[in-house]
């Protein structure tokens, strides 16, 4: 039913894309959700190749790593389907592993968004132990490269002020931004100047 609301709101201008619809693994994989996905977009006459629908996957059940589900995903794939993966949640001490975890759909993936509970604790670290910080920041940096070289979006979620912007934009190397606070440089400059 969601995903028909958004192809019958694209149809009518209602809304732009890029747009994302959410899916629990078990939606993934239900041997009728590609069908659904599919038809919904000729009844509605979406091209699904001019328009940006994003099937986010919720962090609700834990990703299988097997076969089917990637065949699952690739299948989302050819019909233009970009994949995000909602909340990469973890301890900073394993945020490492928990990326690798995922190589697997590395080249089906389109776009990983990191927990807000993760950044929160990575920020909390930087402000209270630089010396603990220093130790694991660049395997978190290493690993955020690796993604960007097989051209996956890190999105950094709950970024809330200025300061926790600049940590993740200027240390972290992220560069896609989730919550209340998403301004640029430029934005804040002409909000100051018109105050």
Known sequence: LVAEK?????SEWKVASPISINAEVSDIMNDNFLNIIYELSVKYSVKLKSEL?????LENEE??????????IKKLKWIWVKIALDDIETN???IKDSIKSIIFLWDSVDIIKLDWKTIQSIYKLYKENKVMFETIINNII???KNLYKKWVKVVAEW?????????VKNILWIELFQWFYSKDEKTLDIIKNSK
């Open 53 to 57: 629908i994003i099937i986010e996957i």
């Open 159 to 167: 970024i809330e002020n200025l300061e926790l912007y600049n940590f």
């Open 63 to 72: 990703i299988p790593n097997t076969q089917e589900f990637k065949n699952k």
């Open 92 to 94: 900073v001490d394993k």
């Open 6 to 10: 958004i192809f019958k709101d694209i």
């Open 142 to 144: 290493l690993e955020i």
